[in-house]
């Protein structure tokens, strides 16, 4: 079975520091993970996603994140935070390799960011 | 990637009704998924529906409350039935395709 845990519920960080929002998953096959953002009163948007390829996965809005088999982890980081990346983040795994596409969601860590 | 168009966007509903909620998807999809998101919780899968066959739903999610439809590869819908206060929640589908998500429906049970 699959499952993730987002190990912060609320990170809150200063406009231009950086941002570190920690993902650990379970997985019994080869997993394929993601980021997703929610705004407020806005739907779910993709930030990026891991398929077994590349380890370190870039996104959009200058986030990434590195797959650590060995950690289990995959965690999303950004250089400098702005104001518009204040929102609700979700982990999320899925083994398409078990034949599962189902996406199994972390809780979510809300992003604050101070002026 | 699949776009999704997901209707209605909101809506308000008085308790023991039914709301059924559409999905269409630009492109033929084998699977699609409708998940619930409870207010300020993580999203949550309800069930899956591949076409021409019964859907398949998660652990605490019967098919006499949200009863699903899939005619075709292109289109699903979800229904809410007999309403009470705790459904009010926002409701998603999505595809296995680049993973995207339908808009969501916002819906409040009064």
């Known amino acids: 079975a699959q499952s993730v845990t987002q190990l912060d519920s609320h990170v809150s960080v200063s406009e231009g520091t950086p941002v570190l929002l920690r993902c650990n998953y379970s997985s019994s096959y080869s997993p394929s993970l993601f980021w997703y953002v929610q705004h407020p009163n806005k739907g779910l948007q993709l930030l990026l996603k891991?398929?077994?390829?590349?380890?370190l996965v870039k996104g959009i809005n200058g986030f990434e994140a590195e797959f650590k088999k060995s950690e289990t982890s995959f965690h999303l980081t950004k250089p400098s935070a702005h104001m518009s990346d204040a929102a609700e983040y979700f982990c999320v795994v899925s083994d398409p390799g078990a034949g599962s596409y189902q996406l199994t969601f972390g809780k979510g860590t809300k992003l604050s960011v101070i002026p | 990637s699949a776009v999704i168009s997901q209707k209605p966007s909101r809506d308000i509903c008085q308790r023991g009704t039914s709301l059924t909620i559409q999905c269409q998807v630009d492109?033929?999809?084998?699977?699609m998924f409708w998940y619930r998101q409870q207010p300020g919780q993580s999203l949550t899968l309800i069930a899956t529906a591949n076409q021409g066959s019964e859907a398949t739903y998660e652990s605490g999610f019967v098919i006499d409350k949200f009863p699903i439809s899939r005619p075709n590869l292109t289109f699903s819908t979800l229904t809410v039935s007999n309403m009470s206060p705790e459904d009010s929640s926002i409701y998603l589908c999505?595809?296995?395709?680049?993973?995207?998500f339908g808009s969501g429906t916002r819906l409040t049970v009064v």
């Open positions: 492109s033929q999809v084998t699977m």
């Open positions: 999505s595809v296995e395709q680049g993973y995207t």
């Open positions: 891991y398929t077994s390829a590349a380890t």
